[in-house]
């Protein structure tokens, strides 16, 4: 009857349609916001570098990133680092920082997601209002409406009094959504749309709110993926990643592991009481040999662990704990062949208590049999006299029997040496063992099958 007019259904359709479009567009600023400003720190970098004189260029650029570094490090005090991966990150928390746009960190587990939201927080003009953190991940999905939005007295079981949201508690402040790809995709509109409009209304109650909040989101999911297997809306998806920020993982950054390393022993030693004062090499360069897969946050456990085992004024790390051939230890760049089937059948040993023969034995782990691997044994030349042994599998020589060395040599003997009886491990039917304390390792793998040629 109005054909000129739009119908209620194509007015709220184009709302949504020009809400991505303005969310597209000022996605677009802000890259080129940080196009321009790499631009023209490569423009000045390249006028100094043509003012200069050519054997001082190498110098003036490691000058200038230097105090570039030290800057950075006086802004963010708590984020320890100066590695090029870390600075370019911390570069575009400095663009974002004053703006309110909404920020998506993502990273590996570990990388220090939060750090970086609370250093936005600190940059901006809301540094002043709440913080606030919510681990979406943490909460029943039961739970997480009313955590978020509040609820009045009486909307559920147990609402015994009104509540007041996370949205409401961080009103003109920062709200910090970490793990957000474990929000329901049931309640994503309802998120969706506060992020929009700015308003909600509380479990049980028909009153719209307003509120003023800054949303800064963090997730270790690939929410790309997501959004093919249906499990995130592409709506909610593309209003949070206005401005992505993505964390190196600390494997990436190998160089800031030393920095990190003293921080969190200065630290750790402080709370216990501990004067530690150095930190052995072999050590250090076996934290920088090691991948990290948890990534800040194991190493950080790690160096806790280790400040608890160090009565004394040098850090005792227990190495033996990085379950990875660490190429550090051996001053070598990358393992060789033979060196990674060592430490393969080492780890196999470990796991199976030094046992080689039956069903959960280090040759049944290994798919082979034992005589194979007592073969493999001598030919890897894997000592099996308790002290050698030891000195092997222990980082840097360390002496302590708690390290993972075996208790005797009884623990590498093969499975027939085995009491059928009792279980217990016997030399009563091979005699003449000698005395293992006066053979070096060959001569006891000798030993061994001297005595397994009796039988």
Known sequence: SRPHFFSEEE?????????????????????????????????????????SQWTRNGECGAENERSDLARSNRKFPEIVGTSSALHDVLRQVEIVAPTDSCVLIGGETGTGKELIARAIHHLSDRRDRPFVKVNCAAIPSGLLESELFGHEKGAFTGAIARKAGRFEIADSGTLFLDEVGDIPLEMQPKLLRVLQEREFERLGSTRTQKVNVRVIAATHRDLPQMLQDCNFRADLYYRLNVFPITMPALRDRREDIPGLVRYYVDIYAGRMKRHIGMIPAHAMKALMGYSWPGNVRELQNFIERSVILSPGKVLRSPLSELKECVAALSGAGVCTLEEAEREHVIRALRESNWVIGGSNGAAARLGMKRTTL?????KLKIPVGPRKMHRSLSAGGDNDPSAGGPPSIFEALPSNFIDSGTGERSCMRYPALPDWGNHSGNQQVDEINRARSIE
């Not at 184009?14 to 996605?27: D, E, P, Q, W």
């Not at 007592?374 to 001598?378: H, T, W």
């Open 374 to 378: 007592a073969y493999r044994i001598r």
């Open 11 to 51: 007015i709220h359709f184009l709302s949504l349609a020009a809400g991505l479009v303005s969310l597209a567009v000022v996605a677009a600023l802000y890259r080129e916001r940080l196009h321009c400003v790499e631009t023209e720190r490569e423009s000045s970098d390249t006028l100094s570098s043509e003012s």
